[in-house]
């Protein structure tokens, strides 16, 4: 395994011939068990019947991920590692198909280190004694913490996160009866501008998020139980990501400290 500067790694491995057909006849057994057809009872087709009528395709890729699933917690416990994003997967030398080993590369992340200069300190003093509204200071708050921060981001994190609001955007503008396409023409943008705005929120969302983190850290802003269990009873909606109330409190808790600088 090699890991980057960024807190990028990148996993390679060869599954053997011999696990992967241990691993196919586990997944075709499985399939059988669950297999009807006209003619036998539910899990009594013989296995030559099953493999006529289920793709081999799928078979395969079933296998694939098992085994790439293995390697990866394997990998992951080994080295300590805390991936923050589902990890791309890349087959070395396809096409994959039974009879020989199979060369993969798996590539994640963890979050990357943050250093934050304590210049921000002075910044978000003097904006505290600022006579603009509320949003204006906690936007000048959030622009101090980017200003004064210093962090690789891993591209891979980055990535994910574009491809995911694009995403987003294809739903919201397929809902409203628009393509993507007339969605950007009405706002005189390409996609590749965009993109690129995309990007630079995507990073400085990042970058504060980082921030707030470290500060609530430094200056042990933890978050009770019964904060949370508070907040929950507030807002029932948040019980299924508890891990989103921990967040936002600890986000709210971090501005209410700084406000007070």
Not at 22 to 32: D, E, N, R
Not at 36 to 53: D, H, S
Not at 86 to 97: E, G, R, S, Y
Not at 193 to 209: A, G
Request: contains cysteine.
């Amino acid at each position: 395994m090699k890991q980057q500067k960024d807190k990028t790694f990148v996993i390679t491995a060869t599954l053997s011939q011999k696990d992967i057909e241990a691993t196919y006849q586990k997944v075709i057994l499985s399939v059988q068990s669950n297999f009807e057809t006209k003619g036998f009872r539910k899990g009594k087709a013989p296995l030559n019947i099953v493999k006529e009528n289920v793709s081999e395709a799928k078979i395969i890729e079933e296998v694939l991920t098992n085994l790439i699933s293995k390697v990866y917690s394997d990998e992951i416990e080994k080295n300590h590692l805390h991936p923050v994003i589902q990890p791309q997967i890349k087959v070395l030398n396809p096409p994959v198909a039974l009879g020989k080993d199979w060369e993969i590369e798996i590539t994640g992340c963890e979050l990357p280190e943050i250093i934050l200069d304590e210049k921000y300190i002075d910044v978000i003093k003097k904006v505290n004694k600022s006579k603009d509204n509320d949003n204006s200071k906690l936007t000048a708050t959030m622009d101090a913490l980017v200003a004064n921060s210093k962090v690789e981001l891993p591209e891979i994190l980055i990535k994910a996160d574009i491809e995911n609001k694009l995403s987003q955007l294809v739903d919201q503008t397929q809902q409203a009866g628009l393509t993507i396409q007339q969605y950007l023409k009405s706002r005189n943008q390409t996609l590749e501008q965009y993109q690129e705005i995309l990007k630079t929120q995507v990073q400085n969302e990042w970058i504060t998020n980082l921030a707030i983190d470290k500060i609530s850290k430094d200056n042990e802003l933890t978050i009770s139980d019964l904060e949370a269990n508070e907040l929950v009873k507030k807002s029932p909606q948040f019980a299924k990501n508890m891990n989103l109330v921990y967040y936002l409190l600890t986000q709210q808790k971090v501005f209410d400290f700084l406000k007070k600088l």
